[in-house]
């Protein structure tokens, strides 16, 4: 007798391109490991894994203290007399050097802002606009110095966390994200033409999220924004997901709910999850979460995908490192380069499987698979468009548990036609894994 495993099955058209995603912006993490230690410890697993990009704070609060810096009217006062700026305390940037040495790109954030401006040791007084702007100076000078080492700037971090709103005037704090926002990147964009974006904001907390007030201020224009920023921690995959959805269809104007007056000024502006990870009062995931996340967050054209905590980096934790890993493995992630994702069409039951597709510029397409469910599961792609020339089939399998990688043959690989037209692949997925078929030329 022979089980039917349940099959999912994806139409895949290798002719249409659904997003192009940079790999040397899309993987990366946060935080820089600022000892030898913990060089030592993280670095060659980082690199192992395909981590390319690294998000870290420029502490513009720790900059600017209020030793240096009282008040707002001194800042003012003495913007323009040689030696102030000198006198910042700018070893505060000095991650940003060895991340550079160590060969990883830098995303630098500009937060927090300096306490002279602040009326609460957060934020300026709604209105203030001597305070606000000299915000934005700080973020200005501060890019200004580090500008050529850094890839991309990101405004401000989780207002609604890192700010209160008592005696500033503000109603919440997401209410002066706008203001966090604006005044930063009126002065950043004199100082670069690289990324530019933000809010950084976690998406349906208790306090609200910037998406609820940014897209929404007058003075947002296509022009003013080159990426949206959110952060995202939920442990169900279907929650999970639906954060990034509902981000999207508000900044396109697509969200039923939307005023009909909304102009929807960022609308089709990428969206890079700066942070990310499974939500801590839930108990800890396994290696088949962050596989599923990784593939649906590559199949919806995502543009940066930053996971939060670098501890699930340490060589100890080898199990929950093997989606990283096969990426790499199966080339998508092998080096820095564009891919192009391809449009899938699927039929069955997917809650617990999932699926991209995607070509290298060597031509070579990798189709990848995630069950995060308890039973096996059989993975069918049907692939469109696809040239006649003959491929060679290259499996990865990563298995929850399991020591390491297996280097596999798939159950059934077959052409279905020599000639230009559709093609049959198939494999299955023990429960908790991930597979990556690359068919190379």
Partial sequence: MTLDLPSVEWAVDLRRTEHVVDTSLFFGTNHWPNTPELKAKFLPNLRKCGI???RGDMMLQALVSKAVCPDTATFWKRIGEPGFIDSWDWKQLGWIDEVRAEGFKVLALEAYIPECFTVNGTLPTNGDEQAWKGWGEVCYQAAKRVEKKVDA?????????????????????????????HYAHERLAKVTKKPLGGPATWIDVWAGSALETLPF????????????????????LKTFLSRFDKTRAVLDGTLPSLPSDYKAPWKSKPIWLTEWDFYWENPQVG??????????????????????????????????QKPWRLLVECGLNAKSQKVRVHPLASSGSSE?????????????????????????????????????????VQVIRAIA???????????????????PGPRDFECTLPAKSMVALRLVR
């Avoid at 700037?153 to 926002?181: L, M």
Wanted: glycine share 4%; aromatic share 14%; with cysteine.
């Fill in 217 to 236: 201020d007058p003075r947002s224009k296509p022009k003013n924004l080159d990426y949206f920023s959110i952060h995202i921690y939920d442990t169900p």
């Fill in 352 to 392: 617990d499987l999932t699926s991209a597709c995607a070509t290298l510029p060597d031509g070579s397409i990798v189709l990848i698979a995630a069950n995060a469910g308890l039973s096996e599961r059989k993975a069918h792609w049907y692939l469109k468009g696809m040239d006649p020339k003959p491929r060679t």
């Fill in 52 to 54: 390319r990009l690294i």
């Fill in 287 to 320: 290696m088949e979460w962050y596989g599923f996340i990784l593939a649906e967050l590559l199949s919806r054209g995502i543009n940066n995908c930053l996971y939060n905590y670098q501890e699930n980096f340490d060589p100890k934790d080898a199990d929950l």
């Fill in 401 to 419: 548990s399991y020591p390491n990688l297996d280097f596999i043959t798939p159950q059934r690989s077959e052409a279905k036609s020599t000639l």
């Fill in 153 to 181: 700037f990101e405004i401000f971090n989780e207002a609604h966390f890192f700010t209160k709103a008592d005696k500033t005037g503000y109603k919440r704090t997401i209410d002066a994200d706008p203001d966090i926002y």
